[in-house]
């Protein structure tokens, strides 16, 4: 087992800490909006590609805004940041942003092979199962990279 220093612990806990309020956070707001309404078409105005495409860039927005702060109160211990991640945006808000925008592209494609498989609607458990899936996993690494980035 490999033993971890103070602060990638902490940037562990704050990124699962975010996941985890995301993976909740979203597929309640989807209930709470959607309950009534019978199952959500994939393309179209209101359809589930402009959902995700908005939740992308919403939530990876915020993480990044309030991940870039939390980061800033960690100590940096010289950790040693790919470059890549070097040509992100400085600022939380904006480097959460491109992130979001990374991940809209792949929630078009997501919808795109799900239109090639037959799936036209999907229904309210099952947008809530994927909307935890999509949410949590994508909180967890908009705000890990943010961390990583703000102490860059």
Not at 25 to 53: C, K
Request: net charge positive.
């Amino acid at each position: 087992m490999r033993d971890r220093s103070p602060l990638s612990r902490q940037i562990l806990v704050q990124s699962t800490l975010a996941g985890l309020i995301n993976l909740l956070v979203n597929p309640a707001i989807d209930y709470l909006t959607s309950r009534h309404e019978p199952p959500q078409r994939v393309w179209g105005v209101d359809g589930l590609v402009v959902g995700f495409v908005l939740t992308s860039l919403i939530l990876s927005t915020l993480v990044g805004v309030f991940s870039a702060r939390a980061a800033r109160r960690l100590d940096a211990d010289g950790m040693a940041t790919p470059r890549w991640l070097r040509r992100l945006p400085r600022r939380g808000w904006s480097a959460g942003l491109a992130l979001g925008a990374g991940a809209a592209v792949f929630a078009i494609a997501g919808s795109w092979l799900l239109s090639v498989a037959g799936v036209t609607t999907m229904s309210l458990p099952a947008l809530m199962a994927v909307k935890a899936v999509y949410c949590g996993t994508l909180g967890f690494w908009v705000a890990r990279l943010v961390i990583l980035r703000t102490l860059a």
